[in-house]
């Protein structure tokens, strides 16, 4: 059973750097066959796909957000990273990291979630 | 982009009820490429359905999908107390690849 876990702080600093990984459990990153997905949900809200990377390293991003993501895959540890640059207080949401299937067409495993409010 | 527009916004049923739940995309959608999910507070999304009707791994059999082209129904045949939640549908392919749906909240009647 694949297993995804988010970690990283819960504030952030407005104009700071959010920073959060994803370790994967039951399953290889490296053994490809899937897209490893950033997804947000801000407060009482839908939810909003921010990026992916592939194992190999290939990522595609959101364009609403591009300008301000990086999404990094460590197979060794396999783990993948999301770092999203100069947060306001509109980037505070419910941070779930995701795997797109083998069709890479829909979402069917899901970490918990984590919380990140960005606040001073 | 295309966007999934769902209605109704709320949904008010009692148990046993059958409920039906929609999805118009802006723009035609690949069967193929239809999702559905479901979130209860405080969780993350559950698949339910992909590739328009096909059912995911341990999704009971009251749970449908049917659609093609920009018009996509999620039907629940008899409601069951724990199906009460939000659902979600979500496309994927066109730019931004994945898009989901503002979300049809079912309610207790």
């Known amino acids: 059973q694949v297993q995804l876990q988010e970690s990283g702080p819960g504030l952030v600093k407005p104009s700071q750097t959010l920073s959060l990984t994803c370790t994967v459990s039951?399953?290889?990153?490296?053994?490809?066959?899937?897209?490893w997905s950033w997804i947000r949900q801000h407060p009482g809200k839908g939810l909003e796909w921010i990026g992916y990377i592939y194992y190999s390293g290939s990522t595609y991003y959101n364009p609403s957000l591009k300008s301000r993501v990086t999404i990094s895959v460590d197979t060794s540890k396999n783990q993948f990273s999301l770092k999203l640059s100069s947060v306001t207080a509109a980037d505070t949401a419910v941070y779930y990291c995701?795997?797109?299937?083998?069709?890479?067409?829909?979402?069917?495993?899901w970490g918990q979630g984590t919380l990140v409010t960005v606040s001073s | 982009e295309i966007v999934l527009t769902q209605s109704p916004g709320t949904l008010s049923l009692s148990p046993g009820e059958r409920a039906t739940l929609s999805c118009r995309a802006s723009q035609s959608v690949s069967s193929s490429y239809l999702a559905w999910y479901q979130q209860k507070p405080g969780q993350a999304p559950r698949l339910l359905i992909y590739g328009a009707s096909s059912r995911a791994t341990g999704i009971p059999d009251r749970f449908s999908g049917s659609g093609s082209g920009t018009d996509f129904t999620l039907t629940i045949s008899r409601l069951e107390p724990e199906d009460f939640a939000v659902y979600y549908c979500?496309?994927?392919?066109?730019?931004?690849?994945?898009?989901f749906g503002q979300g049809t909240k079912l309610e207790i009647k």
């Open positions: 995701a795997r797109a299937g083998e069709d890479y067409s829909n979402f069917d495993y």
């Open positions: 979500q496309q994927y392919g066109s730019s931004p690849q994945y898009t």
């Open positions: 039951g399953g290889s990153i490296s053994s490809g066959g899937y897209y």
